[in-house]
């Protein structure tokens, strides 16, 4: 996984949710395109509170461990 790639997905217009799947098994929905950032080595994904906005917790994904990424009809 490249972050060229990763942000034409986040660049989409219209945008659609984005689940990102990891080497763990871990999988990081991205239902917002304000709610990741790409950086040099990898992925911040800001994480969800219970009503679904964005909170103070944070994951990093290295683009070395993700493993697949889905967008929108794929996505719930």
């Known amino acids: ?4 790639t990763l942000r034409n997905l986040l660049q ?3 945008f659609e949710p984005v689940r990102i799947k990891m080497s763990s098994g871990e ?3 991205i239902p917002h395109p304000e709610m ?3 950086t ?3 992925l911040i994904v800001v994480l969800p509170d219970k009503r679904g906005q964005p909170s103070e917790r ?3 994904c290295s683009f070395l461990h993700i493993a697949s990424v889905e967008t929108a009809g794929s996505v719930r």
């Open 1 to 4: 996984m490249t972050g060229e």
């Open 12 to 14: 989409r217009r219209p």
């Open 27 to 29: 999988s990081f929905r």
């Open 36 to 38: 990741a950032a790409i």
């Open 40 to 42: 040099r080595n990898g």
């Open 58 to 60: 944070f994951e990093f």
